[in-house]
């Protein structure tokens, strides 16, 4: 089998990635083991992000819509911030783009892919059933990016930060009409992190990310879970009667940073690349998958075109995602008094206000530095070791 595009990999990164080529006119192929049959965790999406990514939502995945995120600390103490969001039903999501990537010519197909070779200047996956022959291979397959791996690329800066992820469904009377999006930290977040949201009526998912413990991390829900049930009995009587209607597992990149994301006919995008965040994953995925077609018009697949793509990419999101793990580390290195403090200090206070969000960013820093002046130096650092 033979195209100009393959990509591997049905996140929404890669079927972005595949929608951008198709429109430069490549021959694209998609290939996914579990194509038709995916289960991706990730279901809330902010608006902000959304529009910043250049996605517009549609009405026909919405289930439920927020008021916006409140970042809670042990002591119960929350940051409110403002935005709106929407929590998703994937599967519908995933249709969506999937069809779209259809109508744009994509060819989706349910393989696996085994292996890697080169073949002249092109590039050779090997699948349990064929071998696909293609000019750009854009690895798009997750956290685990083998492919990359096999081409001799390592794709995140820090995989040791990658965060694992248990999300589960649940239902409890009244939990989905709540209409914030939490993020729990310190102690009450046993791992690292975890979140609650909304998803109408009374469904909700709760879900813990765990750093330094890879897979094993059922306990820690559990932990979560209990105390999560603690918190919501001051609002919810019948906190006792919730339900875990499935599971779902996964990893996220959020403090992993991109690393070697380009080489001659191969790129990695979304989650593979540290490219952490459904609608800036998909931003991701769209730029790669762009300078791939263009890069087929041009007659040149080379890693010097391709790094355009790792460019563009740097000037929209790079400081970004440094911030962001900048102020993760801080996090971590801070005590459950210094969380509270930080949480009654900023209480109140609308940090999203105005300018890029950068400056934001930058600006939130500089108020944790009034309340713990040591955390913008460790910012700073930070930044450094990025």
């Known amino acids: 089998m033979k195209c100009e595009v393959l990509v591997v990999g049905a996140s929404s990164a890669g079927i972005m990635a595949a929608i951008a080529s198709a429109r430069c006119d490549a021959k694209v192929v998609l290939i996914d083991k579990g194509l038709g049959n995916m ?12 529009l910043h990514a250049g996605l517009f939502l549609e009405k026909s995945y919405i289930i439920n819509k927020l008021e916006g995120m409140r970042i809670i600390s042990p002591g119960c103490h929350a940051i409110t911030i403002p935005s709106i969001g929407y929590f998703l039903d994937r599967k519908r999501f995933d249709d969506f783009y999937l ?26 996956v090997i699948t349990g059933q064929d071998e696909i022959e293609a000019d750009v291979v854009i690895d798009a397959s997750g956290i685990r990016p083998a492919l990359a791996w096999k081409n001799g690329l390592s794709p995140m800066l820090h995989p040791e930060d990658i965060a694992w992820a248990m999300e589960a469904t649940v239902e409890l009377h009244g939990l989905g009409e709540e209409r914030f999006f939490e993020y729990y930290v ?37 932990r979560f879970l209990s105390l999560f049930k603690r918190i919501k009995s001051k609002c919810h009587e019948n906190v006792d009667d919730l339900k875990i209607i499935s599971l779902a597992y996964g990893g996220d990149p959020i403090a992993a940073l991109p690393g070697q994301i380009v080489s001659d006919g191969f790129m990695v995008t979304g989650g593979a690349a540290g490219q952490s965040g459904l609608a800036y994953g998909m931003r991701a995925g769209a730029i790669c998958g762009q300078i791939a077609g263009e890069a087929l018009r041009a007659g040149d697949v080379s890693a010097n075109f391709l790094n355009r793509y790792e460019t563009i ?60 002046p040591k955390i913008l130096f460790d910012l700073v650092r930070s930044l450094a070791r990025g």
Request: charge should be positive; hydrophobic fraction near 35%; aromatic fraction near 10%.
């Open 186 to 222: 310190g102690s009450i977040a046993p791992g690292w992190k975890a979140t609650f949201s909304p998803g109408g009526n009374d469904r909700a998912t709760l879900g813990v990310f765990v750093r330094g413990h890879q897979q094993e991390i059922h306990g820690f829900f559990q």
């Open 39 to 50: 289960s991706h965790p990730a279901n809330t999406i902010f608006q902000g992000m959304a």
């Open 99 to 124: 069809q779209r990537a259809r109508s744009e010519g994509v060819s989706l197909l349910r393989l696996e892919a085994k292996d890697l070779k080169p073949l002249g200047r092109k590039k050779c």
């Open 313 to 372: 990419w740097r000037s929209e999101f790079y400081w970004e995602y440094r911030m962001g793990r900048a102020a993760l580390i801080t996090l971590m290195g801070m005590n459950d008094k210094e969380i509270d403090r930080l949480a009654r200090s900023l209480s109140g206070k609308n940090l999203f206000s105005r300018g890029s969000l950068f400056k934001k960013t930058f600006c939130t820093g500089t108020n944790l530095a009034l309340v713990k």
